[in-house]
């Protein structure tokens, strides 16, 4: 009996020994086969197909007669209230001339070295703002709730007559960027001036028609007697171009104590790109999404003395080769999935086929993600920056006098991030740039992300110190949906004004989220609603030099953008509960 055990017991060791191996080998094989995988994409490519075809073998996502897909045009109710078209009539283009040159009138001017609210005699200006809206829109002040955050933010309660519906929050921001030298300038920048088409001045396209367009249409429709079902907020910061930290920010904590967090139906903010014609096709693009924000600071410090002795590189040649080094080396293309931008190239290949590339469409249904995305970049247009993260050398200082060699150089680096990378991947990036210079000088690298490996190494160099440091990050922004009852709402309605508009007329407008490569107040309302439209309603040509000279915007399609936040705010009043869970 014990032998028979003993036996038993060496033939499960050896069966145990046995299994592992064959684990082991399995493994191994699996391991090595996934090695192609990895540095094949056309491979991968193929694979991800594969497994998402449908039984009839069609790949789902991947079916052109499904790309793109239209909404309904959302009509306005009969409910005895005046259609939006009412506001394209002389009577209206007179009174909104009117409101938006008062509101340029005031330079409510924001700079990056503003002070505390409270201590900066240069907000005050804004109080001057305060009062001409209140002269502007009397009706909107009487029945409006108003608080005023941080002194100069605005937010303004419509309240609904069902409090168990969702409201939902329009916004704009106060501040202008510095309008610099007047005499550079056709008009007076804060003239107000109207030439019969363009009212010109800075903040006439950003964004004082955004937010003299909203208080617009509030102001028409309480002279209506208008009594929302749906509570209305609206949320005007007031230090949007230096980052909204004093304006945007202190407003959303405000609106989150208020109404708490994912409590809002949908944002809509300035931005998105606007509508663009395309032949008989209206493209639509408000942001759903936008790129990341990262600026960084390389500091060089080294040894100083006269200029009749200098060095091979001074600390200005070896930043210059630091420039270069940067510059040679560009990020990575790639369009994902669930790239935004992919659902516009798909909109574009469906609706207008004879104006896109004509590699285009065989490339979205079977080109990796990476290949498309360097044919697009290569082809250097602006919108290689959806599908790329920038990097722009804006800032440089070095030296305090001409026959001294400079002993501090400074350098600012803006990125841009795109939605397949982040801010470490960026950090990795600058490093693996910099090193090369850092070794070629006997520089010491100094930077919250240099690994202690390359610490050690260079930490006995005398020629100089190169630091690495961070200023301001912003992550890439999460995309809102498009496909629940929310955006068929919103873009319904976008439709609806677009396509009964004088220009639009026979057309055809196809709205289609896009990604915003630069930056909204929206940043500050992330925790509010995963539903954030960024889009300033206008046709292209219609908002001209935004941030420059010149400033001005088409009255024309002013209007037409009143039409739309009047509309958005009608047609929203009808959503639903089950809708406001975003369960459609």
Same mark, same amino acid.
């Given at each position: 009996? &014990?032998?028979?055990?003993?036996?038993?017991?060496?033939?499960?060791?050896?069966?145990?020994?046995?299994?592992?191996?064959?684990?082991?080998?399995?493994?191994?094989?699996?391991?090595?086969?996934?090695?192609?995988?990895?540095?094949?994409?056309?491979?991968?490519?193929?694979?991800?197909?594969? /497994?998402?075809?449908?039984?009839?073998?069609?790949?789902?996502?991947?079916?052109?007669?499904?790309?793109?897909?239209?909404?309904?045009?959302?009509?306005?109710? #009969?409910?005895?209230?005046?259609?939006?078209?009412?506001?394209?009539?002389?009577?209206?283009?007179?009174?909104?001339?009117? +409101?938006?040159?008062?509101?340029?009138?005031?330079? %409510?001017?924001?700079?990056?070295?503003?002070?505390?609210?409270?201590? #900066?005699?240069?907000?005050?200006?804004?109080?001057?703002?305060?009062?001409?809206?209140?002269?502007?829109?009397?009706?909107? =002040?009487?029945?409006?709730?108003?608080?005023?955050?941080? +002194?100069?933010?605005?937010?303004?309660?419509?309240?609904?007559?069902?409090?168990?519906?969702?409201?939902?929050? /329009?916004?704009?921001?106060?501040?202008?960027?510095?309008?610099?030298?007047?005499?550079? !300038?056709?008009?007076?920048?804060?003239?107000?001036?109207?030439?019969?088409?363009?009212?010109?001045?800075?903040?006439?396209?950003?964004?004082?028609?955004?937010?003299?367009?909203? /208080?617009?249409?509030?102001?028409?429709?309480?002279?209506?007697?208008?009594?929302?079902?749906?509570?209305?907020?609206?949320?005007?910061?007031?230090?949007?171009?230096?980052?909204?930290?004093?304006?945007?920010?202190?407003?959303?904590?405000?609106?989150?104590?208020? !109404?708490?967090?994912?409590?809002?139906?949908?944002?809509?903010?300035?931005?998105?790109?606007?509508?663009?014609?395309?032949? #008989?096709?209206?493209?639509?693009?408000?942001?759903?999404?936008?790129?990341?924000?990262?600026?960084?600071?390389?500091?060089?410090?080294?040894?100083?003395?006269?200029?009749?002795?200098?060095?091979?590189?001074?600390?200005?040649?070896?930043?210059?080769?630091?420039?270069?080094?940067?510059?040679?080396?560009?990020?990575?293309?790639?369009?994902?999935?669930?790239?935004?931008?992919?659902?516009?190239?798909?909109?574009?290949?469906?609706?207008?086929?004879?104006?896109?590339?004509?590699? /285009?469409? #065989?490339?979205?249904?079977?080109?990796?993600?990476?290949?498309?995305?360097?044919?697009?970049?290569? &082809?250097? %247009? &602006?919108?290689?920056?959806?599908?790329?993260?920038?990097?722009?050398?804006?800032?440089?200082?070095?030296?305090?006098?001409?026959?001294?060699?400079?002993?501090?150089?400074?350098?600012?680096?803006?990125?841009?991030?795109?939605?397949?990378?982040?801010?470490?991947?960026?950090?990795? =990036?600058?490093?693996?740039?910099?090193?090369?210079?850092? !070794?070629?000088?006997?520089?010491?690298?100094?930077?919250?992300? %240099?690994?202690?490996?390359? +610490?050690?190494?260079?930490?006995?160099?005398?020629?100089?110190?190169?630091?690495?440091?961070?200023?301001?990050?912003?992550?890439?922004?999460?995309?809102?949906?498009?496909?629940?009852?929310?955006?068929?709402?919103?873009?319904?309605?976008?439709?609806?004004?677009?396509?009964?508009?004088?220009?639009?007329?026979?057309?055809?407008?196809?709205?289609?989220?896009?990604?915003?490569?630069?930056?909204?107040?929206?940043?500050?309302? !992330?925790?509010?609603?995963?539903?954030?439209?960024?889009?300033?309603?206008?046709?292209?040509?219609? +908002?001209?030099?935004?941030?420059?000279?010149?400033?001005?915007?088409?009255?024309?399609?002013?209007?037409?953008?009143?039409?739309?936040?009047?509309?958005?705010?009608? =047609?929203?009043?009808?959503?639903?509960?089950?809708?406001?869970?975003?369960?459609?």
């Amino acid at each position: 009996m &014990e032998k028979h055990e003993a036996i038993d017991s060496h033939r499960q060791r050896t069966s145990r020994y046995s299994n592992s191996y064959r684990v082991l080998f399995l493994c191994s094989l699996v391991f090595l086969s996934l090695i192609p995988l990895y540095f094949n994409p056309s491979l991968r490519s193929w694979i991800r197909d594969y /497994l998402n075809r449908s039984p009839g073998g069609q790949t789902l996502y991947d079916d052109p007669e499904k790309w793109c897909p239209l909404p309904d045009v959302t009509v306005p109710r #009969d409910d005895g209230l005046k259609s939006s078209e009412h506001f394209i009539n002389s009577e209206q283009l007179q009174l909104q001339v009117r +409101r938006l040159s008062e509101a340029v009138h005031v330079p %409510t001017e924001s700079y990056d070295d503003n002070g505390d609210v409270n201590e #900066d005699p240069r907000w005050e200006t804004f109080s001057e703002f305060h009062r001409v809206l209140e002269r502007l829109f009397p009706l909107a =002040h009487s029945h409006l709730e108003l608080r005023k955050v941080n +002194r100069y933010g605005l937010q303004y309660t419509f309240p609904g007559s069902d409090p168990s519906l969702k409201p939902i929050l /329009l916004t704009a921001h106060q501040d202008v960027v510095p309008a610099g030298t007047a005499s550079r !300038w056709k008009y007076p920048p804060y003239e107000g001036h109207f030439d019969g088409s363009f009212l010109w001045g800075r903040g006439s396209a950003d964004c004082k028609n955004v937010l003299i367009g909203i /208080l617009s249409a509030i102001e028409d429709l309480l002279s209506q007697s208008f009594a929302p079902r749906r509570t209305i907020v609206l949320a005007f910061g007031f230090d949007e171009e230096t980052g909204g930290l004093r304006g945007a920010a202190a407003l959303n904590q405000s609106l989150t104590e208020e !109404w708490g967090s994912g409590s809002f139906l949908f944002v809509l903010d300035e931005g998105g790109m606007g509508i663009q014609t395309q032949g #008989d096709v209206l493209y639509a693009y408000p942001g759903v999404g936008e790129k990341g924000y990262y600026d960084i600071q390389l500091t060089l410090e080294v040894k100083g003395g006269h200029s009749s002795r200098p060095p091979k590189h001074t600390g200005i040649g070896i930043i210059a080769d630091a420039i270069v080094a940067l510059e040679n080396k560009p990020y990575s293309p790639r369009l994902t999935q669930a790239s935004p931008f992919r659902r516009v190239l798909e909109c574009r290949t469906k609706y207008s086929p004879d104006v896109v590339q004509p590699w /285009l469409r #065989d490339a979205l249904l079977r080109g990796s993600e990476k290949d498309i995305a360097v044919k697009l970049a290569e &082809e250097e %247009t &602006e919108e290689q920056w959806l599908v790329q993260t920038s990097q722009a050398i804006d800032v440089i200082t070095g030296g305090v006098k001409v026959n001294a060699l400079p002993e501090n150089v400074q350098l600012q680096v803006n990125h841009r991030v795109a939605l397949h990378d982040s801010v470490g991947f960026v950090n990795e =990036h600058i490093r693996d740039v910099l090193t090369p210079v850092v !070794w070629k000088y006997g520089l010491h690298l100094e930077g919250s992300d %240099t690994p202690d490996a390359a +610490r050690s190494g260079l930490v006995n160099a005398s020629l100089g110190i190169l630091r690495v440091q961070p200023l301001q990050t912003i992550d890439p922004a999460p995309i809102s949906p498009t496909d629940n009852g929310v955006w068929a709402v919103f873009s319904g309605t976008v439709r609806h004004v677009f396509e009964s508009t004088e220009s639009g007329r026979g057309k055809t407008v196809v709205p289609v989220g896009n990604i915003m490569t630069g930056n909204t107040d929206t940043v500050h309302y !992330w925790s509010l609603t995963r539903n954030i439209y960024r889009f300033t309603p206008s046709r292209n040509g219609t +908002r001209m030099n935004q941030h420059g000279i010149d400033e001005r915007m088409g009255m024309a399609a002013h209007l037409e953008g009143i039409r739309l936040y009047y509309g958005e705010v009608l =047609h929203c009043n009808g959503i639903s509960r089950r809708t406001d869970n975003c369960q459609t």
